[in-house]
């Protein structure tokens, strides 16, 4: 091999040492270089009406004698079940739960008040009633007048109804999709006018889904998810948070 033919050699062998030098610098400056992201956060959130109600309710009847406790408990289902059918409550949508039947005792102390003994006072026999129904306005008129079961000799006690809404599911995938735009739409914003662009998504996280009631100042958000069941008109709300890679 000649001189010349050495020298030629040494010459690529050196250019090519170099460019292989640049090429790792370039690639370990861009693998330290910081990626640049954008995180937002979208939010969607919709009013809508329960279309499900659902109403607990209970009365009891008490006797010395548990069968006799347990013959005027059934009277009162029989007048209690053709009461709600005669407000227009389909009978499957009356469910009569567990009877529950409890003895009943008072205490008592002796003259010098040294020792106390239970004194049997009867049993108490409780019904509790169910009414789950999608006519919403009938329930609650039914229930703002069940006082009328008194003049039937029935005492009820009850709290007020909760309310449901069963298109739920279908609900949270539209609002998903909404809070999703939403958060797309202000990355985009902040990027153009930032002179830049974006360049694919990196992470997306989805925030809890809460269920409120409308401009309600008593009722916070929960880490869990709020779900309002106590009022008929509800609020609810779901955040998206998305980073996107900026070129």
């Known amino acids: 091999m000649s001189d010349k ?7 690529i062998v050196g250019v090519c040492f170099v460019l292989g030098s640049i090429a790792i610098g370039v ?4 693998a330290k270089a910081p990626t640049k ?10 009013d809508f009406t329960s279309d499900l109600i659902v109403w607990d309710f209970n009365y009891s009847t008490k006797d010395m004698d548990q069968k006799t406790a347990y013959e005027q408990i059934k009277k009162m289902n029989q007048t209690v079940k053709e009461y709600l059918i005669g407000k227009g409550i389909p009978e499957n949508e009356i469910h009569f739960k567990a009877i529950q039947c409890n003895p009943n005792y008072r205490y008592e102390y002796d003259r010098n008040s040294e020792r106390s003994f239970d004194v049997f006072e009867g049993y108490s026999i409780t019904q509790n009633v169910r009414i789950e129904s999608k ?10 007048n069940i006082a009328e079961l008194l003049d039937e000799g029935i005492n009820v006690n009850t709290y007020g109804p909760d309310y449901y809404y069963t298109k739920l599911a279908d609900l949270k995938i539209e609002m998903l999709a909404e809070a999703t735009q939403d958060a797309r739409n202000r990355a985009e914003t902040i990027t153009k006018n930032a002179g830049s662009k974006l360049a694919g998504l990196k992470v997306a996280n989805m925030g809890v889904f809460q269920i409120t009631a409308p401009n309600s100042s008593d009722e916070d958000y ?19 948070r998305l980073t996107y890679y900026v070129k």
Do not use: D
């Open 222 to 240: 929960s880490w869990g998810g709020a779900f309002n069941t106590s009022s008929k008109n509800k609020r609810a709300s779901i955040n998206m």
């Open 27 to 30: 690639a370990f400056y861009q």
């Open 5 to 11: 033919t050495r020298i030629i050699i040494s010459v």
């Open 135 to 144: 006519n919403v306005e009938k329930v609650e008129k039914l229930y703002q």
């Open 37 to 46: 992201t954008v995180s937002v956060i979208g939010l969607a959130e919709r």
